[in-house]
């Protein structure tokens, strides 16, 4: 073969890869601004749906499941109307997240009282639903094996009575991984959540590591010191 053919094929075959680079960088730049596009329509739309938590609240935890890795799972418990769902959701929708939602939906420990609230719930979430897995049933009667082993954000916003909480922790906290986050609403309104949060952070293992309002996180201090 001679110098100019050769020259020739290396031409040809760095087009080729060039062509192949740009088309794949494409493909990811169009599945980024589906996901912000699908991201920015729920969070326009979560805005109107009723909840308690304020919209600086909800704003932080959807920072919070911005911070988590590519194909991360996150879960609450105490999902209600789909608020805190959808903002987490819009974080995880375009890095192959997952959410678990834990709620019995009969709206119990609510002011108005109980009611069912699953219907309205799964409306206010369609948009993201295929990245959502529901539980509903009492967050202190989950099985283990329900749960995935590996949780990189857990909000606990359900029953915020002392041992509702401990027990929620109990189940969360083993399974929040390397530097892994913890939420808790309610901090000041329930002094079973702020008295959990404290013996959370006299073990050392946990350390505060930021807090809106009435809502706090902590960090798994053991791997992030
Ligand atoms: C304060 S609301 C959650 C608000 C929601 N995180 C938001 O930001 O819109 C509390 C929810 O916890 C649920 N709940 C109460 N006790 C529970 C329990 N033991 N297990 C699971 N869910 C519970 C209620 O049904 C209610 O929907």
Known sequence: MNQVTQSRIRALRSRVRRTRLGLLIARLRRRRTLGDELAAAVLKRAKDIPTFTTQ?????????????????????????????????????????????????????????GTRDTFAEFQRNTAEVSNIITTIKKRSESIEESELPSSIA????????????????????????????????????????????????????????????SNLIWLKNQHFTQ
Not at 67 to 86: F, R, T
Request: net charge negative; proline share 2%; hydrophobic share 45%.
């Open 153 to 212: 954000l857990a909000f606990i916003d359900g029953d915020h009575s002392y041992d509702a909480v401990k027990c929620d922790v109990k189940l969360l906290a083993p399974r929040i991984e390397e530097a892994g986050v913890l939420a808790f609403h309610d901090i000041y309104y329930f002094e079973g959540v702020s008295r959990v949060v404290g013996e959370l952070l006299i073990t050392g293992k946990w350390r505060a590591a930021g807090q809106i």
């Open 56 to 112: 600086e609240e909800l704003q932080a935890l959807h920072y919070l499941a911005m911070q988590c890795h590519e194909g991360a799972n996150a879960l609450e418990i105490g999902s209600y109307l789909g608020a805190s769902a959808c903002y987490l959701a819009a974080s995880l929708v375009g890095r192959k997240g997952k959410l678990i939602c834990i709620d019995t939906w009969a709206n119990e420990t609510m002011p108005e």
